[in-house]
């Protein structure tokens, strides 16, 4: 699997931004799949992952109620809609998959990532 994150940008406190992971390959539909983000200087964070189906979600504390994560399995694409942007929300956003495991918070397991997106958000 293939993964191309798209969507970011500069935004002000308060705005809105929706990022955008397509897949390549037949078998995105039986990935499990999230988002993680890495501020300069920091370690790789946990944002949120969903399941193969999109029934079963999962957040960070720190984005729980602003951030939404979906999937749309025919069109191979993970979505990430981001509202109410602080600038501690700043940082590169990267999409992962994992054919077996659902919902892990911790980066390493992770097989296949994305190239990232860069997220600014401006106070």
């Known amino acids: 699997v293939q993964l191309q994150a798209s969507g970011g940008g500069l935004v002000q406190a308060g705005g809105s931004l929706r990022l955008s992971c397509a897949a390549s390959g037949r078998t995105f539909s039986s990935n499990y799949m999230a988002w993680f983000r890495q501020a300069p200087g920091k370690e790789r964070e946990f944002v949120a992952a969903?399941?193969?189906?999109?029934?079963?979600?999962s957040y960070a504390d720190s984005v729980k109620g602003r951030f939404t994560i979906s999937r749309d399995n025919a069109a191979n694409t993970v979505y990430l809609q981001m509202n109410s942007l602080k600038p501690e929300d700043t940082a590169v956003y990267y999409c992962?998959?994992?054919?077996?495991?659902?919902?892990?918070?911790?980066?390493?397991?992770?097989?296949?990532w994305g190239q990232g997106t860069q997220v600014t958000v401006s106070s």
């Open positions: 992962a998959a994992d054919q077996a495991r659902w919902g892990m918070r911790a980066p390493g397991p992770y097989d296949y």
């Open positions: 969903i399941s193969r189906s999109g029934g079963g979600t």
